[in-house]
């Protein structure tokens, strides 16, 4: 008899793969979530305030405070400054549309500026010509993972007696001239969605401040403005984490920058394997620890190479296809948005593959081979 043979398998790579990241702590999660049904504390319990005090601790920071997203932290942190109705962020332009959001949300006027065509962060040479006598805050974007370039962001803003706030939703364990994000200016923001290298079961957001007087308003704006059971001091804000997240949250945590090792090799396999080829691979600053959240690689077939890796069962994504001046909310806001050449070029050619600790040497291999021979092809 003649034997058929199968084809072999397609090697499937996702972009993420929540289920890995939850197998390792499976058990330890389900005991934890038993003892706190049982205890019935579902927010601020202990497994909420022992999270704060680790991972303040983990940034370097003077003070941290669980919150409901990365959204709501940065519109937290925004709040607690109190700047004037109508005062001006500078913001760049090439960053998920939450920190857009986070500003308006508190009262204040989005004024974008272009990135560095490397880094892919804010410009910082960008900034004074977005100046105004409204400008209160600037807030640098760690994107993908990569820290903005901060010294001269803070000088700029001490000199001109402006707030500095960083959103650090994808810089979990990232560092800058080896201080850890969220440590490095007045206030930062984190976000602990599913799919970062800190990331909940759903929903959960952090922010981390450098003094006293804005520890104590992120406190009290977090939680309806209480100041005891029965006092609302101020007009506050339901922006709790609950317990179950910050159990999570603790399992995750000791293993947070053995992971992020993990996806720094992955991302030096890809850089080696793809130095050859007529792509731009992640710049990693020399000031800066990468935590590779995203590994973004541009190239001017960026749909076409997209469609050649779904093809051969590899997921992708776009970080970000539209930039946020162009999107239609902005239509409908108060703005100021300077020229983008360099956020416009990476929006048409940026393609996120995937890095992720768990990945195998057969899905990373099967990366490679897929993405040369796209390449090869042209």
């Given at each position: 008899m003649i034997q058929i043979q199968s084809p072999p398998a397609v090697v499937q790579v996702p972009l993420v793969d929540l289920r890995a990241t939850y197998l390792p702590i499976r058990e330890a999660l389900l005991e934890q979530f038993d003892a706190i049904l049982n205890r019935g504390q579902l927010f601020n319990g202990e497994n909420l305030r022992a999270f704060e005090s680790e991972f303040t601790r983990y940034c370097g920071a003077h003070a941290g405070f669980c919150c409901s997203n990365g959204t709501d932290a940065l519109t937290l942190a925004l709040t607690a400054f109190d700047f004037k109705p109508g005062f001006e962020a500078i913001v760049p332009a090439h960053t998920f549309f939450a920190?857009?959001?986070?500003?308006?949300?508190?009262?204040?006027?989005?004024?974008?500026?272009?990135?560095?065509?490397?880094?892919?962060?804010?410009?910082?040479?960008?900034?004074?010509?977005?100046?105004?006598?409204?400008?209160?805050?600037?807030?640098?974007?760690?994107?993908?993972?990569?820290?903005a370039d901060m010294d001269p962001i803070l000088d700029i803003a001490r000199r001109r007696n402006l707030r500095v706030i960083e959103d650090a939703a994808q810089a979990h364990g990232a560092r800058y001239k080896n201080r850890p994000a969220g440590s490095l200016a007045d206030a930062a923001s984190f976000s602990f969605y599913f799919t970062k290298n800190l990331g909940a079961f759903g929903e959960a957001g952090f922010v981390t401040v450098n003094d006293d007087a804005l520890a104590d308003r992120v406190a009290l704006f977090r939680h309806h403005?209480?100041?005891?059971?029965?006092?609302?001091?101020?007009?506050?804000?339901n922006m709790r984490m609950d317990e179950l997240q910050a159990a999570v949250l603790r399992a995750k945590l000791p293993r947070l920058d053995e992971l992020n090792d993990i996806r720094r090799n992955v991302a030096r396999r890809y850089n080696d394997a793809f130095a050859d080829l007529d792509v731009t691979t992640p710049f990693e600053a020399d000031y800066a620890r990468h935590n590779y959240h995203c590994y973004v690689i541009q190239t001017d077939g960026r749909d076409a190479l997209a469609q050649h890796l779904s093809d051969r069962g590899i997921g992708t994504g776009i970080h970000y296809k539209t930039p946020v001046h162009l999107q239609p909310a902005m239509n409908t806001i108060p703005h100021r948005a300077l020229p983008m050449p360099v956020t416009e070029s990476t929006c048409r050619r940026c393609l996120t593959l995937p890095c992720f600790p768990e990945l195998t040497d057969a899905q990373i291999d099967h990366v490679i081979r897929s993405v040369r021979s796209y390449s090869a092809r042209k």
């Amino acid at each position: 008899m003649i034997q058929i043979q199968s084809p072999p398998a397609v090697v499937q790579v996702p972009l993420v793969d929540l289920r890995a990241t939850y197998l390792p702590i499976r058990e330890a999660l389900l005991e934890q979530f038993d003892a706190i049904l049982n205890r019935g504390q579902l927010f601020n319990g202990e497994n909420l305030r022992a999270f704060e005090s680790e991972f303040t601790r983990y940034c370097g920071a003077h003070a941290g405070f669980c919150c409901s997203n990365g959204t709501d932290a940065l519109t937290l942190a925004l709040t607690a400054f109190d700047f004037k109705p109508g005062f001006e962020a500078i913001v760049p332009a090439h960053t998920f549309f939450a920190t857009i959001e986070s500003v308006v949300h508190a009262g204040g006027v989005p004024v974008l500026i272009d990135i560095d065509p490397l880094t892919c962060t804010m410009d910082p040479a960008r900034i004074e010509e977005a100046l105004s006598p409204r400008t209160a805050v600037i807030v640098p974007v760690h994107i993908y993972g990569q820290p903005a370039d901060m010294d001269p962001i803070l000088d700029i803003a001490r000199r001109r007696n402006l707030r500095v706030i960083e959103d650090a939703a994808q810089a979990h364990g990232a560092r800058y001239k080896n201080r850890p994000a969220g440590s490095l200016a007045d206030a930062a923001s984190f976000s602990f969605y599913f799919t970062k290298n800190l990331g909940a079961f759903g929903e959960a957001g952090f922010v981390t401040v450098n003094d006293d007087a804005l520890a104590d308003r992120v406190a009290l704006f977090r939680h309806h403005g209480h100041r005891g059971k029965f006092e609302h001091e101020v007009v506050g804000y339901n922006m709790r984490m609950d317990e179950l997240q910050a159990a999570v949250l603790r399992a995750k945590l000791p293993r947070l920058d053995e992971l992020n090792d993990i996806r720094r090799n992955v991302a030096r396999r890809y850089n080696d394997a793809f130095a050859d080829l007529d792509v731009t691979t992640p710049f990693e600053a020399d000031y800066a620890r990468h935590n590779y959240h995203c590994y973004v690689i541009q190239t001017d077939g960026r749909d076409a190479l997209a469609q050649h890796l779904s093809d051969r069962g590899i997921g992708t994504g776009i970080h970000y296809k539209t930039p946020v001046h162009l999107q239609p909310a902005m239509n409908t806001i108060p703005h100021r948005a300077l020229p983008m050449p360099v956020t416009e070029s990476t929006c048409r050619r940026c393609l996120t593959l995937p890095c992720f600790p768990e990945l195998t040497d057969a899905q990373i291999d099967h990366v490679i081979r897929s993405v040369r021979s796209y390449s090869a092809r042209k």
